[in-house]
């Protein structure tokens, strides 16, 4: 795992890592991955690329110079993408000791588009669809006539801002943006300036894919300001941000993942339950559905591979499809973009109705308000890959 560890985001890097290790453990109680020569446990090892990117690349080198075959990392689209063009280069240069890409937050829908690789996989819904999935809410919220668009300057922040933009035009034209801003990649320790902007504009509603303390510090200071819009976030749902709103947030903050808390499913709550068995502190409640659903594609395709080759593994992992406590998915072999369901939440107290659990310990929690199937959620590609085969 090359992640930041350390500096802005390292509470999002501490979480993803809770989850690949729990994943991990769990394919290793079952006996490892299964081979021919007998099962084999599967091992994770952390690099802290502190969230930078030549951090990253320096640290790819010392993961595979390791013995690292298969590359997990995702808390940024920007390091993602260097990542990507690396493992190219060293896989053609190094034939005998290629390795896998497995994403599983980075969302630039370029990776899997216009800078898809035969190496790279992503397992996240990439942002335009879960832009899309967003937007199946808003174009039915008539008390939205007017949005603020607000959004981290880099790739992955620019490209959410571009796609809400095209998509109001398509869905809503007749929701009027009052703002559209970029602000620097967790850099901004004061966002009263931007809170004040964004109430002074009249918005009903802001559109944002800021994670970590660019959504936390941005939510507290348009509370503080006295706004009483909605949020329509990518990451509302964890790591401070119901806690840092509280009770204004009722109603008013919508997320979209790939699966809450409270999907309502017995198989579901299930796996909730087990994950804050395993991880009892509220502080460390942040689970991914997606992330386990990669470590199982990964164990399912290295036993159908019988090796851990790469070049193997990765035609078996673009045949991949898994049911892991009710949550499908399947990688889609055009463009290694995995499709799976995806479902929007609104923020609610705990106890009310659809909101068995909150998050964080803070008393509130998400209930589901819609949910997509795969075909739903489903976007064409414009990949041309390269491949190896």
Not at 135 to 157: C, E, N, P, T, W
Not at 320 to 344: E, I, T, Y
Request: with cysteine; glycine share 8%.
């Amino acid at each position: 795992m090359i992640e930041g560890l350390s500096g802005g985001n390292a509470n999002g890097g501490e979480a993803v890592l809770r989850n690949l290790a729990w994943a991990v453990e769990r394919v290793n109680a079952r006996g490892g991955v299964k081979l021919a020569g007998g099962a084999r446990p599967l091992v994770l090892t952390r690099y802290d690329s502190k969230g930078q990117i030549e951090e990253a690349l320096s640290t790819l080198r010392s993961a595979i110079d390791d013995g690292a075959q298969f590359i997990v990392q995702g808390n940024s689209s920007a390091v993602a993408a260097a990542l990507i063009d690396a493992v190219s280069k060293h896989n053609e240069r190094e034939p005998q000791r290629r390795v896998v890409f497995l994403n599983y937050s980075a969302v630039d829908p370029a990776l899997t588009n216009e800078r898809c690789s035969f190496w790279h996989f992503r397992f996240d819904a990439h942002s335009d669809m879960r832009m899309a999935a967003l937007m199946q809410v808003l174009k039915d919220d008539r008390s939205v006539r007017s949005a603020y668009l607000i959004g981290q300057d880099y790739s992955f922040g620019q490209s959410v801002l571009r796609e809400a933009r095209r998509q109001l035009g398509v869905q809503r034209p007749d929701v009027h943006i009052v703002g559209d801003e970029l602000h620097p990649l967790l850099r901004v320790k004061d966002f009263a300036p931007y809170a004040a902007k964004i109430k002074a504009s009249g918005a009903d509603a802001v559109i944002t894919g800021n994670f970590s303390n660019d959504l936390t510090l941005l939510v507290k200071a348009a509370r503080e300001a006295g706004f009483e819009g909605k949020f329509y976030t990518f990451y509302g749902n964890a790591l401070g941000a119901p806690a840092a709103i509280g009770d204004a947030g009722t109603g008013r903050i919508v997320a979209v993942a790939d699966w809450l808390p409270n999907v309502p499913t017995p198989q579901s709550e299930a796996f909730y339950q087990s994950f804050r068995q395993r991880f009892p502190n509220p502080a460390d409640d942040y689970v991914h559905m997606r992330m386990h659903l990669m470590i199982e594609a990964l164990a399912q395709a290295i036993e159908k591979a019988g090796s851990t080759e790469a070049v193997p593994v990765v035609l078996a992992l673009e045949k991949a499809s898994v049911n892991f406590h009710g949550q499908r998915g399947a990688m889609r072999a055009a463009d290694h973009q995995f499709q799976q369901s995806l479902v929007v939440g609104v923020m609610d107290r705990q106890g009310s109705p659809g909101v068995k659990f909150d998050v964080e310990g803070s008393g509130f929690g998400f209930r589901v308000i819609r949910q997509l199937g795969p075909a739903q959620a489903e976007l064409p590609t414009s990949c041309k890959m390269v491949r190896f085969d």
